[in-house]
């Protein structure tokens, strides 16, 4: 019987996932999963029995991943879950910067009271004139879930399409359509593209990417989307840019107090990933993330530990190591089964970083004695009993 803790409210329909090996506990100290969402647990004290924290969502900046790591806490996140819906509000940003929707919205508004409000609304609407997105380029940085996604809907509308991601996967490449033009430099997009979307992880290479530097290079009147993050552009010569017209527009969908309420600025109270659908289609995936790990020791989609499936264990034993990469680990964990006759019969060694995370099928069950030999070993973390 597992024990799972929800610091946030998680879709029934994820939840409904769970089998009746698998109890709710109000008591995070209890837990051996957490689900989360937004949830601040950097301040928080993580019981020892915790296994793994799965996160309904993309971003674990709320996660203190160093510390779980160190502890053999697997965090998992969900990448591409919530992908359409963020692909959906892209698109929608773009119309809003090009059309000025919400300005005449709020002309007809103030002038509700007007009994001849339709028809001064036809000498006002020149006010409110725009430019259609059809033959316009766009440039995308990040050819990740959303990013794929929003260069093909951006293709069907009629848009010339760059691409820019020096590590794009496999599987966006065949999902991205072969008619866009995949760039092998940032900056061809900053100076060719009319609109510019970001879709890049944060981390302390990416973060303020888009400056005053990568500003300068960019195309008069260009709008710049930010559904990233905020601290992936400087903000400030954002707001520089719009003072003189080198930026026609910047939508974000991140509130703060550089950009709310400054002209030229479309902010957006982070509705990005805020559909019934993105939330169901994260819970059910974190849920299913956080089941293969519990049952079967396998690790899909973490921010701080490696992959490694084995598949459904079929041998009496599987033990789970975590610990240091580093040289000769794997040699001391063979040793320890072999001095007192255990079998492994299919292991799997994986690293990222610093950590590493070693899988081992054995034929007999693993006793308490191997367990703390493994244990004993410097640079081993924790070592899991999966069956």
Not at 16 to 36: C, S, W
Not at 127 to 140: P, Q, V
Not at 175 to 188: A, G, M, P, T, W
């Amino acid at each position: 019987m597992f024990k799972y803790h929800c610091l946030n409210p998680i879709a029934g329909v994820g939840l409904e996932k769970f089998t009746d090996q698998y109890e709710k506990t109000e008591q995070m100290q209890e837990a051996d999963g957490i689900l989360v969402r937004s949830a601040a647990m950097h301040d928080m004290e993580l019981p020892k029995s915790l296994l793994a924290i799965a996160r309904a969502g993309a971003g674990v900046n709320n996660i203190p991943l160093d510390k779980c790591a160190q502890q053999g806490i697997v965090v998992f996140n969900t990448p591409g879950a919530n992908a359409n819906g963020v692909k959906e509000l892209v698109i929608a940003g773009m119309l809003l910067a090009s059309r000025d929707v919400v300005g005449g919205i709020e002309w007809v508004k103030e002038n509700q009271s007007d009994e001849n409000v339709g028809k001064n609304a036809e000498k006002a609407k020149k006010n409110f004139a725009g430019t259609e997105l059809e033959g316009k380029k766009l440039g995308i940085v990040g050819l990740g879930a959303i990013g794929v996604r929003v260069a093909n809907v951006a293709k069907h509308m009629g848009m010339e399409v760059y691409g820019y991601d020096p590590y794009v996967s496999v599987d966006a490449a065949w999902n991205l359509s072969r008619d866009v033009k995949h760039v092998l430099n940032v900056e061809e997009i900053y100076e060719e593209c009319d609109y510019i979307t970001i879709h890049v992880p944060l981390l302390d290479s990416t973060k303020g990417m888009i400056g005053q530097a990568a500003i300068d290079k960019m195309k008069d009147g260009v709008i710049l989307l930010n559904f990233a993050r905020d601290l992936l552009v400087d903000e400030q010569a954002v707001l520089a840019g719009l003072k003189d017209g080198k930026i026609r527009k910047y939508v974000s969908d991140f509130p703060n107090t550089v950009t709310a309420g400054q002209d030229g600025c479309i902010v957006i109270p982070h509705l990005g990933a805020s559909t019934e659908e993105s939330e169901d289609n994260c819970a059910v995936m974190a849920v299913k993330e956080l089941k293969n790990y519990l049952e079967n020791g396998n690790i899909i989609n973490s921010v701080n530990y490696p992959k490694c499936d084995m598949g459904i264990c079929a041998q009496a034993g599987r033990v789970a190591i975590f610990h240091k990469n580093k040289a000769n680990m794997i040699t001391k964990f063979t040793a320890c089964f072999g001095d007192i006759g255990i079998n492994i019969s299919d292991m799997m060694n994986k690293s990222k970083g610093d950590v590493a995370y070693t899988m081992l099928d054995i034929e007999t069950p693993a006793s308490t004695q191997i367990i703390e030999k493994l244990q004993s070993i410097d640079g081993v973390f924790r070592v899991r009993v999966v069956k």
